[in-house]
């Protein structure tokens, strides 16, 4: 089984709710967004903003920028809040809370970073971009995470909403 498909990569997270915290990050009309293999059952990856799991003992803001910096390299300061949302799928689910970023440097270009609770060779992480609503549109919907699901225009990332199944 190749890499890009091997059930293995997700057994950290597997039957257990995790708490989230991702942000928005909106560059001339696009989103950056990270790419992860293993989501899906094919190799094709599945795009969603940067962040990731909570730990306990520090805010949800300093978890934001800690998992901005793994994922992208980048400084950020968080901005408001925007949603909240349960993201379940398979044996994953998760409580994921979604604020607006802006990097600290404005002059400063990301860069795919790592999850270190992933050995090298085991990295979700495999992509870095910023795809704009229309490109977005064009992907096929379990590619995409479902925040991004309705997304026309990059302003509609700001409408704050509480989506739950």
């Given amino acids: 089984m190749p890499p890009e498909s091997h059930p293995d990569l997700l057994n950290a997270y597997t039957g257990q709710v995790r708490v989230r915290v991702c942000g ?3 560059h001339q009309g696009a989103i950056l967004l990270t790419g992860h293999r293993g989501m899906l059952p094919t190799a094709a990856l599945f795009w969603s903003p940067p962040g990731g799991g909570w730990h306990f003992g520090e805010s949800v803001k300093e978890c934001l920028v800690r998992e901005f910096k793994e994922e ?4 950020i300061k968080v ?6 949302h349960e993201f379940q799928r398979d044996n994953l689910q998760a409580l994921e809370l979604f604020f607006e970023v802006k990097p600290v440097d404005a002059a400063a270009l ?3 970073g ?3 609770e992933h050995a ?3 990295q979700l992480l495999t992509q870095l971009a910023f795809h704009t609503p229309r490109q ?3 992907m096929p919907l379990p590619q995409v995470h479902p925040i991004l699901h309705q997304i026309i225009s990059p302003d509609d990332i700001y ?4 989506q739950f199944k």
């Fill in 24 to 26: 928005l990050l909106v």
């Fill in 72 to 75: 992208t390299g980048l400084d």
């Fill in 79 to 84: 901005g408001r809040f925007l949603h909240l």
């Fill in 110 to 112: 990301p860069k795919l």
């Fill in 114 to 116: 790592s999850d270190p």
């Fill in 120 to 122: 090298a060779d085991a």
């Fill in 136 to 138: 977005l549109v064009g």
């Fill in 159 to 162: 409408i704050p909403n509480i």
